[in-house]
Structure formats: structure tokens, C-alpha cells
């Protein structure tokens, strides 16, 4: 469900790092060679090249692009070239010391943490404190005010079971809870954060699908209409990733190009995170939901380098 | 600081297996040869052992170490035989299971959590779905009430930095909002949670110093004064394992032979999960505790292989 494109014979990554070091000699900088080729390579393989660049030129990969691009497209490219969990910890850090904590700046947390495997979220949290001496919780606790502290600490704290199990009498009765929780407007009961926090995704689901037929309605609509307004979108972030993860990245796109100017950090992350894990089926919930192409909203709000190398992504050919 | 001694020269792992299947076979089982072999070998060479048996003779080397031993000799040599993650697993899926959840039960939850490293405590979470289907996180939920319930899911839920990392400002602040938790005997107030369960061992260590230098006691005997009987006891244990685990396994092998009868089940935890740790500290901390050896108390209360075995981690020549 990748969009990402990688060629059928793939360079060794030697050879790869000669012509990123040539597209970075000389006058200017040959953006397209950096674009054809880290654009064209899975995460393995990016691990390779980083590898092997600073094996044959003693100095880190990430470093050079930084200094040969700039902006939007810098931005992106350094985005993509990290290790992922390396990278998800620099966002969850960006968002955590953002001025703002909203649920926008703060829904990234909630990717990591429902829209990741549970072993990636200990990668994540494992790089956080590699990267900035301290733990993700510490920072949660420091910059995250109530009641989205308790949620975001139960998400990023939990090590979910990660198979298949999923008992229907637990959905049925987990269902139950969080419809007393949304009808008596107590969101943050305990027992709605440890649900939603420790069940596997498989169990959720059910109890997801077990509620919609009960009740008559998706849960997240049912929670749009009730409890503090900041903690039901962080909530319909958690549902969405969990039951969807596509049309929350579909949305996060969609709100990234509405409106007046561009919100570049946000496409840049949703195209950058999920090119590799199921951006096809995100481009398919956009035109469903928003009864238009997400290539053509991409082509339409940004332009140059940055353009090229999001449709590169995006699996285009440039 | 451990007491486990490993041979200068150690057989290979395929001469230990075909000494320790000669040891299964024929009329009884040669108890000594697995004491000999299994109780002078460390985690890594345990673990070689455990992968080539199986290779060589297609059975589990635990399988067989079941159906060939009995008793608590049984259950001490099958509990150093896991792998660590594994045994701390299991140990933890028993306490929960236990029909008594009082802070003797659950310590074993605290040390895993609060005595051993923070990589390790991903391990065991990690081998304890594998093991049951359901995360240690859930089966806590289902298993024990408040307010244990909350400080057992922020202890095996956090991820602590694992670097010396200490700022002083943090200790004092934190050590004074520890005071007026216990001055005002709200002890499962969420800071109180966040600050045990979250900052680094060092950065507590530093904290309990301070709260020891400005307020004339160590921090444990305060909260021994104050609050709900069966959560004071479970900090104890918290502030013992990540200040002086010495002092804490000292005092679980005291407790497991104090009175009548024996604590098997205790006595052969502390010894096997810190014989390869800090075994020779719990002796020195418990000759000064207790004005008598440990060693000496174990004899008194064991018998038979199991008294040789226990004796063997212990590091003496049997």
C-alpha cells in the first residue's frame, strides 16, 4: 500500500553515495540527483546509504544535505533521511516544545502511538531520550497540561499486545463503558483512557464496530458531541488512527492545503511517514472523502524542489 | 558484585548439553552434574546451552528439567534456566494471578520495574505478550485495585532515560512536592506517580538525598507513617529498589525465612534474579541489617539439591 517507488535493480549503496557526494560538489547543488535518488529508496535502504556515506567521507549524510538545501525541501529530505524512529522522536519533541499544545500540534504523539506498530513506539521512545537526555513521558508531563496529559501518557506508556486476539464479550462490554463515559460527558474517566490505551488495535476495533451497531453511530461522532473540546479532537485523532489510520493522514493532508497558505510541517510529515506504509490507501480515502485528487491538491500548494520530491513520494514520475 | 561463579575455561555449549543429557539419562537423574553445570554458567551461556540441546536432541532443555526434577529445587534450577526476560515474565503473570494481591505479592512487579534496568523492563513487557496473549499492562487492570492499581501502570509503562542525568533544581522541587504528599497523606496524588514512575533512577536517587538532608528523614520512613497501609508498603519498596536494591533483596530472603515454615517461592527469586547482579552486595547489606549471614540463614532453612543449588549461585565451592 506503498507509494514509494524503488527501482527493480537497485544501485549499491556506494554507488549511491558517489553521486549524492558529486550532486553536492562543485558550484550549486544537483537537487534532482538527491530527489531521484533518496526518493527512490525504502528505509533499509537509506540506512545503508547513511551508513556507508559517512564510512567513505567521514561525515554524516544528514549534515551535508542540511547544509546544500534550504527550506520546505530541506526540511523534507532530512525528514525522510532519518532512521524512522529517530525521526518520529524529533517530531514528537517539535510538538511537545511547540507554543501551542493543541491537538494539531499534538496529534503527531497520537500517530506514533496508534498508528505505528507498538515496537516502533518503543524504538521512538528508546531515540527520544538518546536524543535529548530525557524521556518522552518527562516531556509529556512538562508541557502537556490536563486532561490530554493523562491520555497522552496512558498512549506513548502503553506496550500493546500485537496480534490478532480479540474477545467479543470485552468489545461488548468495553463498547458499554465508553458509551456511559460519552453519554454522562466524562471523557477522561480512567476507564476510557486504560481502554483506549492498552487494548491491542484488533480489540479496539471490534469494540469500535461493537459500538456503531449498538448505538447506532461511529463512536468518534458520538464524542465530537460531548466533553471538553480539546480532548474530543485528540480523541477522534486516537479512534481514527486506530480504526483508520488512512483517513486521519487523508484529513491531516486535506487541513495542511485548506485555506489560505500552506501548513508545510503537516504535509511534509503525512506524506514523509506514510509513503512507505499505506499512502495508497490514504490517496484512495482522500478522493473519497474530499471528492478530489490528493496528487493534484499536493501539485496545486507547493512548487519547485519541494514539489518534485513530495510526488517522487507520492510515487509519480518526475 | 555477583556471587555466580563461571569457570575460568567453560565447555563448549555442546559439551555441557551431552553432559547434562548423560545426567537425564539412565536409572534416576544425576542432580549434581545439572547443579555443576547449569549453576556455574551466566545468562549468555545459559542461553547457548538452552538453543544447542534443543538443536541436538529436538526437545526442550526446560521440558526436560520439568519431567526430570520436582520440587522447589525443580522450580529454582527451571527459573535460572529461562531466559531473564522470560522468568520475569512469568514471575510477574503469577503475582498477578496470585489469589492475594498485597504488596508481598506484587514486589516482584516493583523490582522488575524499579531494580532492573529500564532496556530490561521493554524486554519483559515484550516477552510477557508473547508468553500470554495480552499485555502486562492489561492483566494489571483486570487484577488490582486502587491505588496500587495506578503506581503499578505508571511503573511498567515508563521508559526511563537510562544515563546519569541529575538536576538539582528538579530534586529539590520535587523533593518538596514529595513532602506535602506525605505531609497531607495523599500519596497516590498523580505528581507523586509521575515523579517515582518517570524521572531517571539517578535524578530520584538525588531527590531522595535531598528530601533526606532538608526534612531530617530518609524519605521511606515518612511515607511508613502516613496513608493507606498496603500503597505505603509498596513505596517502600519502590524507594528501596531504585536507591539500594541491596537493601530491599536482603530483606525479601529475611522475610522468606523469618517465623515458621520457609517462603521457598521468595528465597529462590532474590537469590536467582541476583546472583549475576549484586548478590555480594545483599550479603554485606544483610550481615549489617540483620547482625547474622545470609548464607548462614540459607542453609538453616533448605535442604537437599535445592540447598546445594541455592548455595551453588551463592558462589560456594559445593
Not at 501548513?263 to 506524506?271: F, H, K, P, Q, V
Amino acid at each position: 500500500m506503498a507509494t514509494l517507488k524503488v527501482p527493480e535493480v537497485v544501485p549499491s549503496p556506494t554507488e549511491d553515495c558517489e553521486r549524492l557526494r558529486k550532486a553536492f560538489q562543485g558550484l550549486g547543488t544537483d537537487e534532482k540527483a538527491i530527489i531521484w535518488i533518496l526518493g527512490h529508496r525504502n528505509a533499509s535502504q537509506r540506512k545503508k546509504i547513511r551508513d556507508t556515506y559517512q564510512q567513505l567521507y567521514n561525515e554524516f549524510l544528514i549534515d551535508r544535505l542540511h547544509s546544500e538545501l534550504s527550506g520546505d525541501f530541506r526540511n523534507a529530505v532530512i525528514l525522510w533521511t532519518y532512521e524512522p524512529p529517530e525521526r518520529d522522536a524529533k517530531l514528537a519533541r517539535n510538538a511537545l516544545k511547540a507554543r501551542s499544545k493543541g491537538t494539531k500540534q499534538l496529534e503527531v504523539l497520537v500517530e506514533i502511538a496508534c498508528a505505528s506498530s507498538p515496537h516502533h513506539l518503543m524504538s521512538v521512545r528508546h531515540a527520544y531520550f538518546l536524543l535529548f537526555d530525557c524521556s518522552l513521558e518527562e516531556d509529556i508531563v512538562s508541557s502537556v497540561s490536563q486532561p490530554l496529559r493523562k491520555f497522552l501518557l496512558g498512549l506513548v506508556g502503553s506496550y500493546r499486545y500485537d496480534n490478532e486476539a480479540v474477545d467479543l464479550e470485552v468489545a461488548s462490554s468495553e463498547a458499554e463503558t465508553l458509551h456511559e463515559a460519552i453519554k454522562t460527558k466524562k471523557l477522561d474517566h480512567d476507564h476510557v483512557v486504560w481502554i483506549l490505551c492498552m487494548r491491542n488495535f484488533f480489540q479496539l476495533r471490534s469494540t469500535f464496530a461493537y459500538y456503531r451497531e449498538t448505538y447506532g453511530n461511529p463512536i468518534e461522532e458520538d464524542i465530537m458531541k460531548c466533553g471538553n473540546s480539546v480532548l474530543r479532537s485528540l480523541l477522534k485523532v486516537v479512534i481514527w488512527c486506530i480504526n483508520s489510520p488512512e483517513k486521519h493522514f487523508a484529513k491531516v493532508v486535506r487541513d495542511s492545503i485548506a485555506g489560505l497558505g500552506t501548513d508545510e510541517d503537516s504535509l511534509t510529515r503525512a506524506i514523509v511517514t506514510r509513503a512507505e506504509i499505506d499512502m495508497l490507501k490514504v490517496r484512495t480515502e482522500y478522493a473519497y472523502m474530499y471528492k478530489s485528487k490528493l496528487d493534484d491538491a499536493v501539485i496545486g500548494d507547493t512548487s519547485g524542489d519541494y514539489k518534485k520530491f513530495l510526488m517522487t513520494l507520492l510515487g509519480a514520475r518526475m
